[in-house]
């Protein structure tokens, strides 16, 4: 089946007074996958978010949602976004009240997806609820808005594990009624979930691919104790050197850049050894911190 792209990106940038955040960045989300947008504290995701909802105006180069400006698009997208979707005035109900007045494609599926996240305290103010209420209230109003586009930053910080997963499956039927869905996220459990993931580094788009295929280019990764960081420091790509599960790890700058090199266990340090399979921060770190100083393009 040939793939119908639902978001262009082309040499997208925008800069504040204090510099650039993003630059030249690429991106293309077809229709019917699930993107999730992953990146470093501060790197410019949720002002990607911003030019994709067409509430942040590009400093320059192009973004289009179904072939149009993404400015004024309430008849494809539903947003949540990290400037709060809700007025902590008033209480939940109240909330879903002034959705279901103001979007036209709001659904009464509100109550189910209420139900599914267990948010039962909608006759409270917003202002006195935690983190994760405000959360499972604003995914509620989100996925209530029936359209065929989901920009969601960040829909699972501040939620427990089971609703994570309970997240994971409201996004997987949204999915299968042919909806497309980029989320960003901090949690390889998201990571889970995507068709395909986009880091983002460097202020730009460094990778993007399945998780298989993304993990299938990491280098081979070998790991020391704490004590023993130095051993490590000697063989490291782009020399970087990074702690994991109490350990330290790096990847071998192997020949080819994808595999290593026949018998390299035993031309190892003695206490450095290699590591079976690549982890998500191993993941995370390659295509973050070392894709981007490196010329290897995954
Ligand atoms: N309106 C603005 N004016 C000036 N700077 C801004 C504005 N919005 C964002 N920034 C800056 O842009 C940079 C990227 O911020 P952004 O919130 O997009 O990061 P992020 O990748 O989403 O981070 P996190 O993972 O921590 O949520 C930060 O340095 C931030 O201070």
């Given at each position: 089946?040939?793939?119908?792209?639902?978001?262009?990106?082309?040499?997208l940038s925008?800069?504040?007074d204090?510099?650039?955040?993003?630059?030249?960045?690429?991106?293309?989300?077809?229709?019917?996958?699930?993107?999730?947008?992953?990146?470093?504290?501060?790197?410019g995701?949720?002002v990607?978010?911003?030019c994709?909802?067409?509430s942040?105006?590009?400093s320059?180069g192009?973004?289009?949602?179904?072939?149009?400006d993404?400015?004024?698009?309430?008849?494809?997208?539903?947003?949540?976004?990290?400037?709060?979707?809700?007025?902590?005035?008033?209480?939940?109900?109240?909330?879903?009240?002034?959705f279901?007045?103001?979007?036209?494609?709001?659904?009464?599926?509100?109550?189910?997806?209420?139900?599914?996240?267990?948010?039962?305290a909608?006759?409270?103010?917003?202002?006195?609820?935690?983190?994760?209420?405000?959360r499972k209230?604003?995914?509620?109003?989100?996925?209530?808005?029936?359209?065929?586009?989901?920009?969601?930053?960040?829909?699972?910080?501040?939620?427990?594990?089971?609703?994570i997963?309970?997240?994971?499956?409201?996004?997987?039927?949204?999915?299968d009624?042919?909806?497309?869905?980029?989320?960003?996220?901090?949690?390889?459990?998201?990571?889970?979930l995507?068709?395909?993931?986009?880091?983002?580094?460097?202020?730009?788009?460094?990778?993007t691919?399945t998780?298989?295929?993304?993990?299938?280019?990491?280098?081979?990764?070998?790991?020391?104790?704490?004590?023993?960081?130095?051993?490590?420091?000697?063989?490291?790509?782009a020399?970087?050197?990074?702690?994991?599960d109490?350990a330290?790890?790096?990847?071998?700058?192997?020949?080819?850049?994808?595999?290593?090199?026949?018998?390299?266990?035993s031309?190892?340090?003695?206490?450095v050894?290699?590591?079976?399979?690549?982890?998500?921060?191993?993941?995370?770190?390659?295509?973050?911190?070392?894709?981007?100083?490196?010329?290897?393009?995954?």
């Amino acid at each position: 089946m040939v793939a119908v792209s639902c978001i262009e990106v082309t040499n997208l940038s925008k800069s504040f007074d204090d510099g650039p955040v993003l630059s030249g960045v690429d991106l293309t989300v077809d229709e019917g996958e699930v993107l999730a947008v992953m990146g470093p504290n501060g790197v410019g995701k949720s002002v990607l978010f911003t030019c994709l909802a067409g509430s942040t105006h590009p400093s320059g180069g192009d973004v289009t949602v179904f072939g149009a400006d993404p400015t004024d698009r309430s008849d494809t997208t539903s947003f949540l976004l990290q400037d709060a979707l809700c007025s902590e005035r008033l209480t939940g109900r109240e909330n879903v009240r002034y959705f279901e007045r103001l979007h036209p494609a709001f659904t009464d599926d509100w109550q189910r997806y209420a139900d599914r996240l267990g948010l039962d305290a909608l006759d409270k103010r917003v202002e006195d609820y935690s983190g994760g209420m405000t959360r499972k209230l604003e995914l509620t109003i989100a996925l209530a808005i029936d359209v065929p586009l989901y920009l969601l930053d960040e829909p699972t910080a501040a939620l427990d594990l089971s609703t994570i997963q309970v997240v994971h499956q409201l996004l997987r039927e949204k999915r299968d009624a042919g909806r497309t869905i980029v989320l960003s996220s901090h949690q390889p459990m998201d990571a889970d979930l995507a068709d395909r993931i986009a880091f983002v580094a460097d202020g730009r788009v460094v990778a993007t691919g399945t998780p298989e295929t993304l993990f299938d280019d990491v280098p081979t990764v070998v790991e020391t104790r704490l004590s023993n960081a130095d051993a490590l420091s000697e063989l490291a790509l782009a020399d970087e050197v990074y702690p994991a599960d109490g350990a330290v790890r790096a990847f071998l700058p192997d020949a080819d850049g994808e595999t290593a090199p026949a018998g390299v266990a035993s031309s190892l340090p003695s206490a450095v050894s290699l590591v079976d399979r690549p982890t998500y921060t191993d993941l995370f770190t390659y295509y973050t911190r070392v894709v981007p100083t490196t010329a290897h393009d995954p």
